[in-house]
């Protein structure tokens, strides 16, 4: 990600004290650097179809200027941005394609390919937030209600997200962080007014937020964090082009209320926006294409006012920027941040607070990530999604990545995916590459640069195999090593030279414990026993000490709430360290150097309680706070920014 606030350069004096110590304190972020300026428009007819992209600096009015081309001249398709890539999705040339094309939006030149769509079709509407693309409906050519969507970060295929309530083309697409609107559009044999949204962190089908004030097809829409709004269009209703401007808030549910108007009533239009100003670009009206720009501010109510004119009329084309409604203007703390008093902010051992709970296997395969800040006790949060709703894999981590290795998925059943999250930035996981192996039921570990993945079990065999990745490249697995028996559902920890394996079924439970040196690669070692035959067990860790905790009890009839210990430089068997607040397996843990948290879990039924323990002192543990659902088979391994194998 870019560098954010506060930079030597641009935070200093009561800003710098006052709000970012703030920020710091209270939310843990910084405010994003201002890169919502730019607004690119791409592609359509002038009157042939075109590949020009054009660039227009929203906080000055002004002309539009020439960027770059498309790879193919393309007319009606869908774009989306984050702050530092943009793309757009289908059209016709004047075939139908599924191509995506991506640019970064502050360095000018040619588009190049980023993969495609998954069904081929034009005048689909795109818009999303920070991390996810999200493509609405289109004309295949019969009306589309597909929803499919792509990971900003990584360069690939759609994959499916959901369906429209209606299928429908030339919608009014936008967004703020956390939820999607798709409004209008033409849906046979008429125009829509129908307005659909979705939860951008959860794919699924749309659901029905209101109605529009009339029937609209080739409508434009942008937003800002808390207001959607639309301009333009064909007006079913009246039979003709329409410069009526409608919005909604986010936050409710209901119809779309009059805003004002446009300059000119026309359709096929370019919108886009930063924070507080919205532009309509081009477009149609009933004398021809237009090169005009208008603009109004999102916050109030009145008529569009001219803002400057496009280097030529175009219509058919689509607009996006890199300061829309869908983009947080604050942004977890990253490792290059500077704090108040100038010093860089620590991070690593002990002193990453980021806590991750990646997936899991029931009450359904979920894809869903719960934040939580370790050091202090509350609820969980959403962070982003899996590339692949799945369970039981197993996890390790950096200061700056969490690697999560395979899973059980409800489609393939076992997965040999692994998943890359960037803990400086709330959003969803990305492709890293393979395991060898495809299988559950696997415990992972780390140090700063190594993740390594352990056991586990794709029926009928349990698997004695051990894999690493170098955490900051992507690619796949190698071999390190064997376990001392093939086996799964082991509780995995480390610390920055040793990581344990603990606990475990073959498939009878286990209280063996062995280790590894992560540093090398060869086969692990005893180490000594656990208190008691366990599996499906949570690990934890500081610096010096290593945690055991839940489990399935020898006759794998209940959970247990045995929480032990074991000094991880030397070898030796566990001792006692005490209770969990509610017995319970197929747990995950995460931690800091300081304190551990173990989440989720069966007791029997599936639960969304977190407890925390003092890795340093011994005794019970006590309330941290709630999952988001309650679940079991979270990742198993290490999850977190400053767990005790960081240094």
């Given at each position: 990600m870019a560098n954010s606030y506060p930079r030597r350069d641009q935070a200093s004096g009561i800003w710098k004290i006052n709000q970012i110590t703030k920020n710091i304190k209270d939310q843990g972020t910084y405010p994003q650097l201002n890169l919502g300026d730019r607004m690119l428009v791409s592609g359509g007819s002038n009157p042939g179809i075109t590949n020009t992209i054009e660039s227009i600096e929203i906080s000055t009015a002004g002309n539009a200027t020439n960027?770059?081309?498309?790879?193919?001249?393309?007319?009606?398709?869908?774009?989306?941005?984050?702050?530092?890539?943009?793309?757009?999705?289908?059209?016709?040339?004047?075939?139908?394609?599924?191509?995506?094309?991506?640019?970064?939006?502050?360095?000018?030149?040619?588009?190049?390919?980023?993969?495609?769509?998954?069904?081929?079709?034009?005048?689909?509407?795109a818009s999303g937030n920070s991390t996810t693309g999200i493509f609405c409906g289109g004309r295949t050519p019969s009306s589309s209600d597909v929803i499919d969507f792509v990971t900003f970060t990584t360069l690939g295929n759609a994959a499916d997200f959901g369906n429209l309530t209606v299928g429908r083309w030339g919608g009014a697409v936008a967004s703020n962080p956390t939820r999607l609107i798709c409004a209008g559009g033409y849906s046979t044999p008429t125009g829509s007014n129908t307005i659909d949204f979705i939860q951008i962190s959860t794919t699924g089908n749309a659901t029905d937020f209101g109605d529009l004030s009339a029937n609209f097809n080739a409508v434009a829409a942008t937003s800002s964090a808390t207001r959607w709004m639309q301009g333009g269009g064909?007006?079913?209703?009246?039979?003709?082009?329409?410069?009526?401007?409608?919005?909604?808030?986010?936050?409710?549910?209901?119809?779309?209320?009059?805003?004002?108007?446009?300059?000119?009533?026309?359709?096929?239009?370019g919108a886009a926006s930063n924070s507080s100003k919205a532009l309509f670009a081009g477009g149609e009206t009933s004398?021809?294409?237009?090169?005009?720009?208008?603009?109004?501010?999102?916050?109030?109510?009145?008529?569009?006012?001219?803002?400057?004119?496009?280097?030529a009329a175009t219509n058919n084309t689509c607009g996006a920027s890199t300061g829309h409604g869908g983009i947080e203007n604050f942004v977890p703390r990253a490792p290059e941040l500077y704090s108040p008093t100038g010093k860089v902010v620590p991070r690593g051992s002990g002193v990453g607070n980021v806590g991750l709970f990646a997936g899991y296997h029931a009450p359904s395969h979920s894809s869903e990530i719960d934040f939580i800040n370790i050091q202090s006790t509350s609820n969980a949060t959403d962070f982003g999604n899996l590339t692949v709703a799945r369970g039981r894999g197993g996890a390790g981590s950096s200061s700056t990545r969490l690697i999560v290795f395979g899973g059980e998925t409800p489609s393939s059943g076992v997965s040999d995916a692994i998943d890359s999250i960037e803990f400086a930035s709330i959003g969803n996981a990305a492709d890293f590459g393979n395991l060898s192996v495809t299988r559950y039921q696997t415990g992972g570990?780390?140090?700063?640069?190594?993740?390594?993945?352990?056991?586990?079990?794709?029926?009928?065999?349990?698997?004695?195999?051990?894999?690493?990745?170098?955490?900051?490249?992507?690619?796949?697995?190698?071999?390190?090593?064997?376990?001392?028996?093939?086996?799964?559902?082991?509780?995995?920890?480390?610390?920055?030279?040793?990581?344990?394996?603990?606990?475990?079924?073959?498939?009878?439970?286990?209280?063996?414990?062995?280790?590894?040196?992560?540093?090398?690669?060869?086969?692990?070692?005893?180490?000594?026993?656990?208190?008691?035959?366990?599996?499906?067990n949570a690990g934890a860790s500081s610096t010096t000490r290593g945690l055991s905790a839940g489990g399935l009890n020898p006759g794998d009839s209940a959970g247990v709430n045995i929480i032990d210990y074991v000094t991880i430089a030397s070898t030796g068997n566990a001792q006692d360290f005490g209770d969990l607040t509610v017995a319970r397996y197929i747990i995950a843990g995460t931690s800091n150097s300081l304190r551990a948290v173990f989440g989720g879990g069966k007791a029997p039924s599936d639960s969304n309680v977190m407890d925390y323990v003092t890795i340093a002192s011994t005794g019970n543990a006590a309330d941290f706070g709630d999952l988001i659902t309650a679940s079991s088979g979270r990742s198993e391994g290490q999850c977190s920014n400053g767990h005790g194998g960081l240094s």
């Amino acid at each position: 990600m870019a560098n954010s606030y506060p930079r030597r350069d641009q935070a200093s004096g009561i800003w710098k004290i006052n709000q970012i110590t703030k920020n710091i304190k209270d939310q843990g972020t910084y405010p994003q650097l201002n890169l919502g300026d730019r607004m690119l428009v791409s592609g359509g007819s002038n009157p042939g179809i075109t590949n020009t992209i054009e660039s227009i600096e929203i906080s000055t009015a002004g002309n539009a200027t020439n960027f770059g081309d498309l790879v193919t001249a393309t007319q009606d398709s869908g774009s989306a941005s984050s702050t530092t890539r943009l793309i757009i999705g289908g059209g016709d040339t004047p075939s139908l394609v599924n191509t995506i094309n991506y640019v970064n939006p502050h360095n000018s030149g040619n588009a190049a390919d980023f993969g495609n769509l998954t069904v081929a079709r034009q005048q689909t509407s795109a818009s999303g937030n920070s991390t996810t693309g999200i493509f609405c409906g289109g004309r295949t050519p019969s009306s589309s209600d597909v929803i499919d969507f792509v990971t900003f970060t990584t360069l690939g295929n759609a994959a499916d997200f959901g369906n429209l309530t209606v299928g429908r083309w030339g919608g009014a697409v936008a967004s703020n962080p956390t939820r999607l609107i798709c409004a209008g559009g033409y849906s046979t044999p008429t125009g829509s007014n129908t307005i659909d949204f979705i939860q951008i962190s959860t794919t699924g089908n749309a659901t029905d937020f209101g109605d529009l004030s009339a029937n609209f097809n080739a409508v434009a829409a942008t937003s800002s964090a808390t207001r959607w709004m639309q301009g333009g269009g064909y007006d079913y209703s009246a039979g003709g082009f329409s410069n009526n401007i409608e919005y909604v808030e986010f936050g409710s549910l209901g119809n779309s209320v009059n805003f004002g108007d446009l300059t000119s009533a026309r359709y096929t239009i370019g919108a886009a926006s930063n924070s507080s100003k919205a532009l309509f670009a081009g477009g149609e009206t009933s004398g021809g294409r237009v090169n005009t720009i208008d603009f109004v501010t999102i916050a109030t109510r009145s008529n569009a006012t001219d803002f400057g004119d496009l280097t030529a009329a175009t219509n058919n084309t689509c607009g996006a920027s890199t300061g829309h409604g869908g983009i947080e203007n604050f942004v977890p703390r990253a490792p290059e941040l500077y704090s108040p008093t100038g010093k860089v902010v620590p991070r690593g051992s002990g002193v990453g607070n980021v806590g991750l709970f990646a997936g899991y296997h029931a009450p359904s395969h979920s894809s869903e990530i719960d934040f939580i800040n370790i050091q202090s006790t509350s609820n969980a949060t959403d962070f982003g999604n899996l590339t692949v709703a799945r369970g039981r894999g197993g996890a390790g981590s950096s200061s700056t990545r969490l690697i999560v290795f395979g899973g059980e998925t409800p489609s393939s059943g076992v997965s040999d995916a692994i998943d890359s999250i960037e803990f400086a930035s709330i959003g969803n996981a990305a492709d890293f590459g393979n395991l060898s192996v495809t299988r559950y039921q696997t415990g992972g570990l780390s140090n700063q640069t190594r993740a390594v993945n352990c056991g586990g079990y794709n029926s009928p065999a349990f698997y004695n195999t051990i894999e690493y990745v170098t955490i900051t490249t992507t690619g796949n697995a190698s071999d390190f090593g064997d376990l001392s028996a093939a086996k799964g559902s082991c509780g995995t920890t480390s610390s920055s030279t040793r990581g344990l394996i603990m606990g475990g079924r073959t498939p009878s439970n286990l209280n063996v414990i062995e280790y590894i040196t992560i540093g090398s690669t060869g086969n692990a070692t005893d180490f000594g026993d656990l208190t008691d035959n366990t599996s499906t067990n949570a690990g934890a860790s500081s610096t010096t000490r290593g945690l055991s905790a839940g489990g399935l009890n020898p006759g794998d009839s209940a959970g247990v709430n045995i929480i032990d210990y074991v000094t991880i430089a030397s070898t030796g068997n566990a001792q006692d360290f005490g209770d969990l607040t509610v017995a319970r397996y197929i747990i995950a843990g995460t931690s800091n150097s300081l304190r551990a948290v173990f989440g989720g879990g069966k007791a029997p039924s599936d639960s969304n309680v977190m407890d925390y323990v003092t890795i340093a002192s011994t005794g019970n543990a006590a309330d941290f706070g709630d999952l988001i659902t309650a679940s079991s088979g979270r990742s198993e391994g290490q999850c977190s920014n400053g767990h005790g194998g960081l240094s």
